[in-house]
């Protein structure tokens, strides 16, 4: 027996004054509003009503319980209001975790946008470009750029990431243009620390040669010290497109063996779980996937 449904059944008997007037009431039947209250009296092992043909009344036992159970069949019912609230107005803090490059480029005016849309939605962007454990650190969103492994968390595609080889037009004059990824065995490489490396294309098959030989000049945990580190002729860096496309449009970088451009990744948003996923994060999502277009505004201003 659910002890919540019996305790209704109880209140309603006593607020109806019968049992008959009770099931219409809760729409119950009469026999089940019955079964209820007298169970609830077994488990508590008090008589909680007088009943006689005419009428029910309260013991002195029912009384105190009566007082109770409607304070605390209120408060539930003010819980469940609020709950309720919450998934159709959605409200609270949206804790999110995002890579530091991608969130100071692309995600300051979509937050902006979504809280006018939702403005009792607070948003927590933390900026952090290692890869947060969503759980123990209480976040409800992770924004991940790459190729997601299997895992228990859910992965929405937001949109594709293009990843490009770029250089200065100084450093290409200076040290020539290749043509073939076996020419970049010559060139100075910069590194980001975080890139994983796709062994089934050839411009990684360099890169992984290089990142263990001396060739590596520049190493770095952000991808915009490296594309400012190339647009001033430090040598060849392999960057994602959402970063480099104004220098590609400038012309202060060049894109080179454009026919050996690795497969693009994906931008996703990470969450926990998928039942009852709170509105607020519901709507985050679905905002986000439409926001920045296909293809991404980003690559509209460079050739694919």
């Not at 946008?113 to 969503?134: A, C, G, S, T």
């Not at 490489?189 to 990684?204: G, K, Q, T």
Request: overall charge neutral; hydrophobic content about 40%.
């Amino acid at each position: 027996m659910d002890r919540i449904d019996a305790m209704r059944a109880f209140v309603a008997v006593v607020a109806e004054g019968s049992f008959s007037n009770a099931s219409s009431a809760i729409q119950l039947s009469p026999q089940l509003v019955s079964k209820y209250v007298s169970k609830l009296e077994e488990q508590l092992d008090v008589r909680l009503l007088h009943r006689t043909t005419r009428k029910v009344s309260l013991t002195e036992a029912g009384t105190h319980y009566y007082q109770h159970a409607q304070q605390i069949l209120l408060s539930i019912d003010q819980m469940d209001s609020q709950l309720s609230g919450l998934q159709q107005n959605p409200k609270g803090t949206l804790r999110i975790s995002a890579p530091v490059s991608f969130a100071l480029k692309h995600m300051a005016k979509l937050v902006a946008k979504f809280q006018l849309l939702y403005p009792l939605v607070n948003i927590d962007l933390q900026l952090n470009d290692r890869k947060v454990d969503i759980v123990d650190e209480g976040f409800d969103i992770a924004i991940r750029i790459g190729q997601l492994k299997s895992s228990s968390l859910i992965a929405k595609h937001i949109a594709p990431i293009r990843v490009i080889l770029c250089a200065s037009p100084e450093y290409l004059k200076q040290y020539g243009t290749p043509t073939h990824p076996e020419d970049l065995k010559t060139h100075r490489y910069l590194h980001y620390s975080y890139m994983e490396i796709d062994a089934n294309n050839e411009v990684f098959k360099w890169l992984k040669a290089q990142n263990s030989g001396q060739s590596s000049e520049l190493r770095s945990n952000n991808g915009d010290v490296l594309v400012e580190a190339a647009i001033a002729g430090a040598g060849i860096v392999l960057q994602p497109t959402f970063i480099a496309s104004k220098a590609l449009q400038s012309g202060e970088l060049i894109q080179i063996l454009p026919e050996f451009e690795p497969e693009s990744i994906g931008l996703y948003a990470v969450y926990a779980h998928r039942k009852l996923l709170p509105n607020k994060v519901r709507c985050f999502i679905d905002f986000m996937e439409g926001y920045y277009g296909t293809p991404p505004y980003w690559d509209q201003t460079i050739s694919q």
